[in-house]
Nanobody, 123 residues
Framework: AQLVESGGGLVQAGGSLRLSCTLS????????MGWFRQGPGTARDFVAA????????IYSNAVKGRFTILKDNTKNMVTLQMNSLKPEDTATYYC?????????????????WGQGTQVIVSS
């Protein structure tokens, strides 16, 4: 399986961006899909995840209420809608997948990773 992200860019604080992640080679419905982010000099942190089976979601406290993770099994795609962006959201965002995995925020539970897409939020 492979993951390809798109949609990053530069946005002003308070603005919105939508990230997309396309899974190839395996059905999305078999996967838990997550988004993680990594700022300069920091660890990779959990952002959000969604079950490909039933659509259940979990979010980090830092983004809850501002970000929404969605899936489209017919397109094998997951999106992350990011609203009310803040400068501290600046990071490289990574899509990750875990086939037949449980819905989790644990980075080590995800076996497939995309190459990352950069998001910069200016103040």
């Amino acid at each position: 399986a492979q993951l390809v992200e798109s949609g990053g860019g530069l946005v002003q604080a308070g603005g919105s961006l939508r990230l997309s992640c396309t899974l190839s080679g395996r059905p999305l419905s078999h996967h838990v899909m997550g988004w993680f982010r990594q700022g300069p000099g920091t660890a990779r942190d959990f952002v959000a995840a969604i079950s490909g089976v039933d659509g259940d979601t979990i979010y980090s406290n830092a983004v809850k209420g501002r970000f929404t993770i969605l899936k489209d099994n017919t397109k094998n795609m997951v999106t992350l809608q990011m609203n009310s962006l803040k400068p501290e959201d600046t990071a490289t965002y990574y899509c990750a997948g875990a086939e037949w995995g449980a819905l989790t925020s644990r980075l080590d539970e995800y076996g497939t990773w995309g190459q990352g897409t950069q998001v910069i939020v200016s103040s």
